[in-house]
C-alpha cells in the first residue's frame, strides 16, 4: 500500500476508511479508490464534466477519485461522487438533476461497490 503524503485531516481519515471497509465488505473498488487518493495533489485525478458525459448513461452511478472540473456539458442525469468539486461543475450537475455524493457517503449506501464506474 502506497503512503500517503497528504497533511488533508479529512483526506487521510478518508483513506483509511475506504481501506477498511474495503477489507471488511471484500470490495476491491474501495482500495483502488483509495490507492488513487493517496497520490500527491499534482498526481491526482481531475476529470472535466465532458469525460463524465461521454462515458456514462443515465441513471450510472460515477466514483471519480479526485476533482470534478467545470469543463464541458453533462446530458443526463447520474449519481457522482467525488472527493472534490468545483463551485461551476456543482452548478452543473444541478441544473441537469444531476447527484452529487461524497465518496463517503456512496461506499455507506453501496457498501460492496457494484455498478460503479471509476472514472480517471
Known sequence: MRETK????????LIAFLRKESREN?????LDVAECLSKTRSQRVAVN??????HT???DVVVVP????????LNHSITV???DVSTAAKAKLDDVK????????????NPKGSNIKIIR
Open 6 to 13: 497528504t497533511t488533508n485531516p479529512q483526506l487521510i481519515e
Open 26 to 30: 471484500n470490495a476491491p473498488i474501495w
Open 49 to 54: 464534466l465532458s469525460k463524465i458525459n461521454r
Open 57 to 59: 448513461e443515465k441513471s
Open 66 to 73: 479526485g476533482k470534478i472540473l467545470a469543463a464541458g456539458t
Open 81 to 83: 461522487a467525488a472527493f
Open 98 to 109: 444531476a447527484k452529487y455524493v461524497t465518496i463517503k457517503e456512496l461506499m455507506t449506501k
